[in-house]
């Protein structure tokens, strides 16, 4: 009989980031003793991804994934952008991205806390891929989009492999206009979200706190103009929704067509179809936005390397 449990091997992989296969080897050589397992580990360089897991992880993959009327993004980092081209880690990015497919929520956390299809958590096998592959990985955030009745189109940018990319945007338009004219209405404004970056799906949807930064630019602009109160007021309100217009995917120009909106080139195929569709949601996911990569002087390193 074993001299561990299942709750040993845990808590020794969660001590040294282990995969469950090397914890377990470790404490059977030791007869159960974790501490002594901790040492096994270390001294086969296995108990390394805890350490791992402070490093930036701003490269990696994002996967979207459609199924019927409902598509989710996710966004997996890794450190370096080699690991996105490994077999190993596109395999976990495609599938974990397939589980959040099935979820209810948008929850990152109750994402790692599915059962993965290999066995064990998607955590457990983040844990183990981190621990393989030798670079800190993180499952970052996770998006749905549905319609009642619709199309759900996917868009990936950049693509490293079917479904998994730099950019993946997904487009959900609510309608009852025959799938062809959605999937290639979904698939040009895609295209248009990923090369226009729109921060928001309407005006009103904007971040308020960005409206307010965008606000308090316009202002100071204004004031240093010397006109009269009541016409930098105009100016301010008129910079706020010049921004609101550009930033917002509705009232963006399309880009094919560099004249109407891409509310009005919605429209306009919905007349030409005979039907109706309305865009009601999407999502665009860049790769590694919003992290800070660290910047580092390799020369200094190395030259720190040699020193010590």
């Known amino acids: 009989m074993a001299a561990f449990s299942a709750s040993d091997v845990k808590a020794l992989r969660e001590k040294t980031g282990a995969g469950m296969m090397d914890a377990k080897k470790a404490l059977e050589a030791t007869d159960g003793d974790i501490e002594a397992a ?62 959040a497919l099935t979820m209810d929520s948008d929850d990152v956390e109750a994402l790692k806390a599915a059962s993965y299809p290999d066995g064990g958590t998607v955590a457990e096998k983040l844990t183990d891929n981190v621990a393989t592959i030798g670079e800190n990985q993180q499952v970052r955030r996770m998006k749905s989009v549905s319609v009642s009745q619709g199309a759900v189109v996917p868009y990936v940018h950049n693509a490293a492999a079917e479904g998994l990319g730099k950019i993946g945007v997904l487009v959900a338009l609510e309608g ?70 550009e930033n917002a995917l509705l009232s963006q120009i399309f880009v094919k067509d560099g004249k109407a909106s891409v509310e009005e080139h919605v429209a306009r195929t919905a007349k030409e179809a005979g039907a109706t569709i309305k865009l009601v949601d999407y999502v665009r996911y860049q790769l590694g936005e919003g992290i800070e990569k660290e910047e580092s002087d390799f020369a200094a390193e190395v030259a720190a390397a040699v020193g010590g």
């Open 38 to 99: 901790i040492d096994a580990l270390r001294a086969k360089g296995l108990a390394t991804a805890q350490k791992k897991s402070s490093r930036t992880a701003a490269e990696g993959l994002v996967g979207v994934s459609v199924e019927g009327t409902k598509g989710v993004a996710v966004e997996v980092n890794s450190e370096t952008d080699f690991v996105a081209k490994n077999d190993k880690f596109q395999d976990f990015v495609r599938k974990t991205t397939d589980i």
């Open 176 to 245: 009852d206009a025959n799938d062809d004219v959605l999937q290639t209405l979904g698939k040009d404004i895609a295209q248009h979200a990923a090369a226009m970056f729109p921060l928001a799906l309407d005006a009103d949807s904007l971040d308020a706190d960005v409206i307010a930064r965008e606000r308090a630019i316009a202002q100071e602009k204004a004031a240093e103009s010397g006109k009269p109160e009541n016409v930098q007021e105009k100016m301010v309100e008129g910079a706020v929704k010049k921004y609101a217009k």
